[in-house]
């Protein structure tokens, strides 16, 4: 059963006497196995944390730290709206939430124009170490799929982390999200 909530947004729900209406979004990640969460309900505190990266690529587009949580998730990096360290070794970029939470969805925004094979292997890890030596809540290991949503179940820490671990490469991301609201259905994750 579909529903018109808002101008934007298409809902539908499961079961004709549900409460409870799910988004398209939401649809595609339960019929995808990905995971199931109540997005309405968590709010994304990535927008009020302070972002940090290993090292910022300079040139005419803006690549700061803090455009992966500007609130705009353009994938194209000629956009200004997503980070690129230089080629470093194990690249990092790292959230500072300013206290302690407990985080149950985070959605990282790859770029999607071009080089989709350099988050191979990403790390995303939360923890209140400030070193990024975190406990791991998941890895990229599809980097074709250029929104890869990773459930924390509930891991909690300070800090969120995003790594590559073992080699060289250019850590680009155009918006990261961090959900503090809690899963109803827990399937497969990234
Ligand atoms: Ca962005």
Not at 28 to 53: D, K, P, W
Not at 106 to 112: D, G, L, T
Request: aromatic share 12%.
């Amino acid at each position: 059963m579909f529903q018109q909530i808002t101008d934007n947004v298409a809902a539908y729900s499961l079961f004709p006497d549900e409460d409870v209406f799910r988004t398209m979004e939401e649809h595609y990640m339960y019929n995808h196995g990905v995971c199931f969460v109540f997005l309405s309900s968590a709010v994304n505190i990535a927008r009020s944390g302070e972002a940090t990266q290993s090292s910022t690529y300079v040139s005419g587009v803006s690549s700061v730290a803090s455009n992966a949580i500007d609130g705009r998730k353009d994938q194209d990096w000629n956009h200004n709206s997503c980070t690129a360290t230089n080629e470093d070794w194990e690249p990092w970029w790292r959230l500072d939430l300013k206290q302690k939470q407990s985080v149950y969805v985070i959605k990282v925004y790859a770029r999607s124009d071009r080089f989709l094979e350099r988050l191979k292997d990403l790390e995303v890890r939360i923890g209140d170490s400030p070193d990024n030596n975190n406990p791991l809540c998941g890895t990229i290991t599809n980097y074709n799929i250029i929104t890869t949503t990773f459930c924390c179940n509930g891991l909690a820490g300070r800090y969120v982390s995003t790594v590559i671990p073992g080699r060289s490469e250019c850590l680009t991301l155009c918006e990261v999200e961090v959900y503090n609201g809690t899963m109803t259905e827990n399937d497969v994750c990234w």
